[in-house]
């Protein structure tokens, strides 16, 4: 994992420039194939068909995700950005609801796992993905439409747009592209936008490395919960799949009947997760996360429940989707017209923190990895609130201006 997040880190810095140079349909196309290549390691694998496979997937989540996020952006209005970031994040997190839930009745009750039961894991998983790739074919291909605040009020300075339209004119070559979209995600980095939205990304990071690799290995090393505490890691994660696809569905489809704008659903995620936060807190032994492979004896403040632990996962996934639809949605939004760019920095720095995170979650007690979430998610929170006042007057001066 270490890996992985290191190298898609990085590539998050190349990845506008591949999109800019073969589009975002063969970048996905290309990049699914390198997850397939990925996946079908794990049918016979060997140690350095691991280690280069974790490079290869580490470059094709980088481009995978910033071509995502152009093809989203392209295929949205201002008017239903929200809706298919919602429908987007919801189809996303299938994955993890089936994958656990396979997993958990397939091998529930085992002690060991044989070569035959991972062979048809990942030999079906790799088949999934083939043709996943190819699906990407089918996504149409529409042409971003000119809105007033592309013409009148651009988030990158005049230099770069007449770059742009120079480079458009002049039908430049594949350097060129690659090198202005380069040029365009370094300074999208630094524009006010940007950097106030990067506290909330930072926060999903932080929360997808303690969701996705802290929590259910503490549930799976409380001796409380008897033998069937490894089993409730799977279980675990079919619960966060039930909050992010509830989250993805619920937000994307009344996205037109929100009246009060995504401010209203990231404070319901900041919510969720501090309830979330506060109930593991009581429910958990401290030394979870760092306890060793026969597990912890100790308990928190109160009687270890499976439910509670359980309704915390629920809880974690359900916040997590109110996250990340409305930071698909907000820079989907405002970063119109360099989305592909603007979605490389938004991985970019979610990566870095998720490894970040990675890294001290081997070494803290949950309390204080906790007190980080706690602090984290309420800077997060009130940087997007922020970005969204800004993205809000941006567009009343924009449609003052074009009376």
Same mark, same amino acid.
């Not at 990566?351 to 970040?356: E, K, T, W, Y």
């Given at each position: 994992?270490?890996?992985?997040?290191?190298?898609?880190?990085? +590539?998050?810095?190349?990845?506008? +420039?591949?999109?800019?140079?073969?589009?975002?349909?063969?970048?996905?196309?290309?990049?699914?194939?390198?997850?397939?290549?990925?996946?079908?390691?794990?049918?016979? =694998?060997?140690?350095?068909?691991?280690?280069?496979?974790?490079?290869?997937?580490?470059?094709?989540?980088?481009?995978?995700?910033?071509?995502?996020?152009?093809?989203?952006?392209?295929?949205?209005?201002?008017?239903?950005?929200?809706?298919?970031?919602?429908?987007?994040?919801? $189809?996303?997190?299938? +994955?993890?609801? !089936?994958?656990?839930?396979?997993?958990?009745?397939?091998?529930?009750?085992?002690?060991?796992?044989?070569?035959?039961? *991972?062979?048809?894991?990942?030999?079906?998983?790799?088949?999934?993905?083939?043709?996943?790739?190819?699906?990407?074919?089918?996504?149409?291909?529409?042409? =971003?439409?000119?809105?007033?605040?592309?013409? +009148?009020? =651009?988030?990158?300075?005049?230099?770069?747009?007449?770059?742009?339209?120079?480079?458009?004119?002049?039908?430049?070559?594949?350097?060129?592209?690659?090198?202005?979209? !380069?040029?365009?995600?370094?300074?999208?980095?630094?524009?006010?936008?940007?950097?106030?939205?990067?506290?909330?990304?930072?926060?999903?990071?932080?929360?997808?490395? !303690?969701?996705?690799?802290?929590?259910?290995?503490?549930?799976?090393?409380?001796?409380?919960?008897?033998?069937?505490?490894?089993?409730?890691?799977?279980?675990?994660?079919?619960?966060?799949?039930?909050?992010?696809? $509830?989250?993805?569905?619920?937000?994307?489809?009344?996205?037109?009947?929100?009246?009060?704008? *995504?401010?209203?659903?990231?404070?319901?995620?900041?919510?969720?997760?501090?309830?979330?936060?506060?109930?593991?807190?009581?429910?958990?032994?401290?030394?979870? =996360?760092?306890?060793?492979?026969?597990?912890?004896?100790?308990?928190?403040?109160?009687?270890?429940?499976?439910?509670?632990?359980?309704?915390?996962?629920?809880?974690?996934?359900?916040?997590?989707?109110?996250?990340?639809?409305?930071?698909?949605?907000?820079?989907?939004?405002?970063?119109?017209?360099?989305?592909?760019?603007?979605?490389?920095? !938004?991985?970019?720095?979610?990566?870095?923190?998720?490894?970040?995170?990675?890294?001290?979650?081997?070494?803290?007690?949950?309390?204080?990895?906790?007190?980080?979430?706690?602090?984290?998610?309420?800077?997060?929170?009130?940087?997007?609130?922020?970005?969204?006042?800004?993205?809000?007057? *941006?567009? *009343?001066?924009?449609?003052?201006?074009?009376?």
């Amino acid at each position: 994992m270490s890996i992985i997040y290191g190298v898609f880190s990085a +590539s998050n810095l190349i990845a506008p +420039s591949v999109v800019a140079v073969i589009g975002p349909q063969l970048a996905m196309f290309f990049s699914g194939l390198l997850y397939s290549g990925y996946i079908a390691m794990f049918i016979h =694998p060997l140690t350095w068909t691991f280690y280069t496979a974790s490079v290869l997937v580490g470059v094709a989540a980088a481009v995978l995700w910033t071509a995502q996020g152009n093809l989203l952006t392209i295929n949205s209005s201002d008017a239903t950005i929200g809706r298919n970031s919602g429908i987007f994040w919801a $189809l996303l997190q299938f +994955s993890m609801f !089936f994958g656990n839930l396979y997993v958990y009745v397939a091998w529930h009750g085992k002690t060991h796992i044989s070569d035959k039961d *991972r062979q048809t894991v990942f030999i079906s998983l790799t088949v999934i993905s083939l043709v996943g790739s190819f699906l990407f074919f089918l996504i149409q291909k529409s042409e =971003p439409e000119a809105t007033p605040s592309e013409t +009148s009020d =651009p988030l990158l300075p005049p230099e770069t747009l007449t770059d742009s339209s120079t480079v458009l004119t002049a039908a430049p070559g594949v350097w060129v592209q690659a090198l202005d979209a !380069f040029k365009k995600a370094l300074k999208l980095f630094i524009t006010k936008e940007m950097l106030l939205l990067s506290a909330c990304i930072a926060y999903t990071g932080l929360e997808l490395t !303690f969701y996705s690799g802290v929590y259910g290995t503490s549930i799976g090393a409380m001796t409380v919960f008897g033998d069937e505490a490894k089993s409730l890691i799977g279980l675990s994660g079919i619960c966060i799949g039930i909050g992010e696809i $509830l989250g993805g569905g619920v937000f994307g489809m009344l996205n037109k009947c929100n009246r009060f704008g *995504r401010n209203a659903v990231v404070l319901l995620g900041m919510v969720t997760h501090y309830v979330a936060f506060y109930l593991i807190f009581l429910n958990i032994a401290p030394d979870a =996360p760092i306890a060793p492979e026969e597990g912890t004896h100790l308990q928190a403040f109160i009687t270890p429940s499976v439910e509670v632990a359980l309704l915390c996962s629920f809880l974690l996934g359900l916040g997590d989707s109110c996250f990340n639809t409305q930071l698909l949605s907000i820079v989907g939004h405002v970063f119109r017209e360099d989305s592909a760019p603007a979605f490389a920095v !938004f991985k970019f720095i979610q990566s870095i923190m998720a490894a970040v995170a990675f890294l001290y979650s081997n070494y803290l007690l949950l309390h204080w990895q906790l007190l980080i979430l706690v602090a984290c998610c309420f800077l997060g929170t009130l940087s997007f609130f922020l970005s969204e006042w800004l993205a809000a007057q *941006r567009t *009343r001066d924009t449609d003052y201006d074009s009376i």
